[in-house]
Each structure stands twice: as C-alpha cells, then as structure tokens.
C-alpha cells in the first residue's frame, strides 16, 4: 500500500519536532505509560548511530539521539500502535486520528489546533 499522506504529515510535524531532549529513562516510561493506556504491548526500544532518525518496526522502536523528543516519540508510538492490520493506512486518516489524540493527551496540545 502507498503511503500517499508520508510527505505531508512530515511537511505539517518536523517543523514542530524541536524540543528538548528526553533522558532514555524517559522516553521508556512515556512509551510503557501509552501503551498500557492503549493495551498494546511495549515495543523493544533501541538506539541507532544517528543516520537512521526514528522509526517503528515489526519488533519495536528505533532512535537516534536527537530522535529522543516527546513529539518525535509519539510520532513513532502512533506506527507502534497503528501497526499494519484491517486499518493500516500509514500516514493517512487513522494515523492522523491517532497521532493527535496523543499530542493532545501526553504533550497537552489542543486536538481541535491541531
């Protein structure tokens, strides 16, 4: 399936994505918290050498160090918990649907400017 929405989703969050970092400590405790909250079971997280960004795989969660920004980490928890099944849509309406529930529930932006 193509992933129509991939470039704009990108164009409408990087710019947003510059935040400060997250310890790792951090960023495992916000990522065990959403998916309790989300009953899907906790991703393997991994750093990467930096060249890879972020990005959510069949196993779990890969960052690079500059990756490690609560936007950043909502974004791939959105693939983790979307992961391809009867509403995979990569970027797209569900994806949306998802991401910003969770920039409105766990960094408290308002869903409705988003």
Same mark, same amino acid.
């Given at each position: 399936?193509?992933?129509?929405?991939?470039?704009? /989703?990108?164009q409408?969050?990087l710019?947003?994505?510059?935040? !400060?970092?997250?310890?790792?400590?951090?960023?495992?405790?916000?990522?065990?918290?959403?998916?309790?909250?989300?009953? /899907?079971?906790?991703?393997?997280?991994?750093?990467?050498?930096? +060249?890879?960004?972020?990005?959510?795989?069949?196993?779990?969660?890969?960052?690079?160090?500059? !990756?490690?920004? @609560?936007? /950043? /980490?909502?974004h791939?928890?959105?693939?983790?918990?979307? @992961? *391809?099944? *009867?509403?995979?849509?990569?970027h797209?309406?569900?994806?949306? !649907?998802?991401? +910003?529930?969770?920039?409105?529930?766990?960094?408290?932006?308002? !869903?409705?400017?988003l």
């Amino acid at each position: 399936m193509r992933d129509f929405q991939r470039s704009k /989703v990108y164009q409408w969050d990087l710019p947003q994505c510059i935040g !400060a970092l997250m310890l790792v400590s951090d960023v495992q405790a916000l990522v065990v918290r959403v998916c309790t909250d989300y009953a /899907v079971p906790v991703p393997h997280l991994r750093l990467n050498n930096g +060249i890879d960004g972020a990005r959510a795989t069949p196993t779990g969660l890969s960052f690079s160090p500059w !990756a490690l920004q @609560r936007r /950043v /980490v909502l974004h791939e928890l959105t693939h983790w918990i979307e @992961r *391809p099944g *009867p509403h995979w849509d990569g970027h797209g309406p569900y994806f949306m !649907a998802t991401y +910003i529930t969770l920039l409105s529930r766990y960094m408290g932006l308002d !869903a409705q400017g988003l």
